[in-house]
T-cell receptor, first 112, second 115 residues
Framework: SQQGEEDPQALSIQEGENATMNCSYK?????LQWYRQNSGRGLVHLIL?????REKHSGRLRVTLDTSKKSSSLLITASRAADTASYFC????????????FGQGTRLTINP | DGGITQSPKYLFRKEGQNVTLSCEQN?????MYWYRQDPGQGLRLIYY???????QKGDIAEGYSVSREKKESFPLTVTSAQKNPTAFYLC??????????????FGAGSRLTVL
């Protein structure tokens, strides 16, 4: 079952602009993570935010979490062509903490 | 270098054949996972294993089988019972116990195509 839904499904912006992706989920979570996938490759972990946190930063990444709305957003500032990839949110449910449930992903294209 | 190695990277199968995808990790991670990814889709969990000689079904286990005889290895067999096996298969691993951060390390994937 898919826990997360991401919006938009695809996003195309110019280099240097900021990119924002959103993730909504259905049930209570322990934490939420964002992963990146280059075409035809495995996923790479970007950042984790716990259910008791509201915002987290890592370099050009900013993640927010609103547990009352069951949603999260990933902001990439000052985008670069190398940021072109698919981005997935993944949730760890409070029950069933062994499993990570992934959203459908947002395909981000950065145009030079 | 530590990491997860999946092989083969590309695999072609005739209908009715079983195939086995290899996943080896040298990260000393306890838990290992298999996910399936279809074009433009997210990842769906096939099987996972928390310790050696133990594994659990994920959301789409039908038509697949696994074994966990060694901590480093978690092979996935796609059987002829899997009706639509063409997909990208991803193996992942996680260090440590059930509690705490559930951060996964992924292999590069294996692309299976049924002819």
């Amino acid at each position: 079952s898919q826990q997360g839904e991401e919006d938009p499904q695809a996003l195309s912006i110019q280099e240097g602009e900021n990119a924002t992706m959103n993730c909504s989920y259905k049930t209570s979570i322990n934490n939420l993570q964002w992963y990146r996938q280059n075409s035809g490759r495995g996923l790479v972990h970007l950042i984790l935010i716990r259910s008791n946190e509201r915002e987290k930063h890592s370099g050009r990444l900013r993640v927010t979490l609103d547990t009352s709305k069951k949603s999260s957003s990933l902001l990439i500032t000052a985008s670069r062509a190398a940021d072109t990839a698919s981005y997935f949110c993944a949730t760890t449910l409070i029950q069933g903490a062994q499993k990570l449930v992934f959203g459908q992903g947002t395909r981000l294209t950065i145009n030079p | 270098d530590g990491g997860i190695t999946q092989s083969p990277k590309y695999l072609f199968r005739k209908e009715g054949q079983n195939v086995t995808l290899s996943c080896e990790q040298n990260l000393n991670h306890d838990a290992m996972y298999w996910y399936r990814q279809d074009p433009g889709q997210g990842l769906r969990l096939i099987y996972y294993s928390q310790i050696v000689n133990d594994f659990q079904k994920g959301d789409i286990a039908e038509g697949y089988s696994v074994s966990r005889e060694k901590k480093e290895s978690f092979p996935l067999t796609v059987t002829s019972a899997q009706k639509n096996p063409t997909a990208f298969y991803l193996c992942a691993s996680r260090w440590g116990a059930a509690s705490g951060a559930n951060v996964l390390t992924f292999g590069a994937g294996s692309r299976l195509t049924v002819l």
